[in-house]
């Protein structure tokens, strides 16, 4: 069975990587996205987890695919409920696993905020909330 830290720093790179193509929200580059993770009923601190990603060009201009994309191989979770408009998109996932949620997102022409809360159906210790919030900032072109 996975660790609940596992599942949640995959959770966030599955939200993170998809929060730039509304609308061509902002544009291709080298970002920079840095996730901090709070667990309901875990009495330790989580620590933050930086990556760096190239969105291109192609990247930036279907937000659903790349949100599914976002998952990987894996695929386990469907994205629904996709609402896009004036520099803010939501949606709700659900997960094979059981794991549910929703995301929040505000953009800018070079980054991006997101908020997302996930309830997992349990573990070793029943199930789970956790809230998650990456901040995204463009650091610059993408190496070739």
Do not use: W
């Not at 997102?105 to 905020?113: C, I, K, L, N, V």
Request: net charge positive; charged share 25%.
């Amino acid at each position: 069975m996975r660790s609940p830290r596992i599942t949640a720093v995959a959770l966030a790179a599955l939200v993170s990587l998809p929060a730039f193509a509304a609308d061509r929200a902002i544009r291709p580059g080298q970002y920079e996205l840095k996730t901090e993770m709070k667990m309901e009923g875990i009495d330790r601190q989580i620590p933050p987890t930086t990556i760096t990603h190239c969105y291109t060009d192609q990247d930036v201009k279907d937000y659903k695919k790349m949100a599914e994309e976002g998952q990987g191989r894996n695929r386990d979770c469907q994205i629904s409920d996709l609402k896009e408009g004036g520099g803010h998109v939501s949606y709700a996932m659900n997960c094979k696993s059981g794991a549910k949620g929703t995301a929040e997102m505000s953009f800018s022409a070079d980054g991006y905020e997101m908020t997302m809360n996930l309830e997992t159906p349990g573990g070793p210790h029943g199930p789970m909330k956790m809230k998650m919030h990456t901040s995204a900032r463009r650091t610059g072109d993408c190496s070739k």
